[in-house]
């Protein structure tokens, strides 16, 4: 099993930006997809973004579209998600995801990172 482990969170003003970074613990495999959520208190775990690691287009929820960006460097195997314009309703613990099937349902995925916090301030 893949391990992934998140960095990146902290807290911003609304209006800032943050990037986090997933990093594997080894080389994703060519159908390897990798995934953005996030959990708010109180809520279920949400879909943010994904993509396949070797090449393909990115996927991304409507309420992040625009402002967050997933990317991924092959030599080093980081994930990263740029989140730009951070809102207060952004805040969450945002966790990293493997899987094999270019979806957002977290189900599809079997690995995960602890996740990270961020949070954001008015």
């Known amino acids: 099993q893949v391990l992934l482990a998140e960095s990146g969170g902290g807290s911003v003003q609304a209006g800032g930006s943050l990037r986090l970074s997933c990093t594997s613990s080894a080389r994703p495999y060519s159908r390897s997809v990798f995934g953005w959520f996030r959990q708010a208190p109180g809520k279920e775990r949400e879909f943010v973004a994904l993509?396949?690691?070797?090449?393909?287009?990115?996927f991304y929820a409507d309420s992040v579209k625009g402002r967050f960006i997933i990317s991924r460097d092959n030599p080093t195997n980081i994930l990263y998600l740029q989140m730009n314009n951070l809102q207060v309703e952004d805040t969450a613990v945002y966790y990293c995801a493997r899987g094999d099937r270019y979806e957002s349902d977290s189900r599809a995925y079997d690995s995960w990172g602890q996740g990270t916090q961020v949070t954001v301030t008015s």
């Open positions: 993509v396949r690691w070797h090449g393909g287009s990115a």
